[in-house]
């Protein structure tokens, strides 16, 4: 499904089949001591429901689109995009990757209660 040659700098596969992948940036820093755990930026690729969590699409219709989400945290995550075919999200999630590891993606306003250190340490990790 994906090549980790093909994603954002710092992004790789942490699973994948033909219905679904997870992606992590950075998993290596992101350990519970440098930065936490739950804070690890996270890309579902699946197909679902804009409505619903990834892994609540449970008897989709046979036209479901497929959904790339960037997660940054269990309830901070940006809006899903749609694809009608696999092979579109593929190409899709690697636009995101890449976009998010050049500091393209504004996710500080994805926030409702700005962690200003946090974001910092994050920006510095981008920059770094």
Do not use: K
């Amino acid at each position: 499904m994906f090549e980790d040659a093909t994603l954002g700098t710092g992004w790789q596969v942490w699973n994948a089949d033909d219905e679904r992948a997870v992606l992590a940036y950075r998993p290596d820093v992101f350990d519970g001591s440098t930065f936490p755990a739950p804070c690890l930026p996270t890309v579902y690729v699946s197909r679902g429901r804009l409505t619903r969590r990834p892994e609540g699409n449970r008897n989709l219709p046979p036209d479901a689109p497929w959904l790339v989400r960037l997660r940054l945290e269990p309830d901070v995550e940006r809006a899903p995009d749609a694809y009608e075919s696999r092979g579109d999200a593929i190409e899709g999630t690697e636009r995101l990757t890449h976009r998010f590891s050049t500091g393209e993606i504004d996710y500080r306003s994805l926030y409702e209660v700005p962690r200003e250190s946090y974001l910092d340490a994050l920006d510095a990790l981008l920059d770094g």
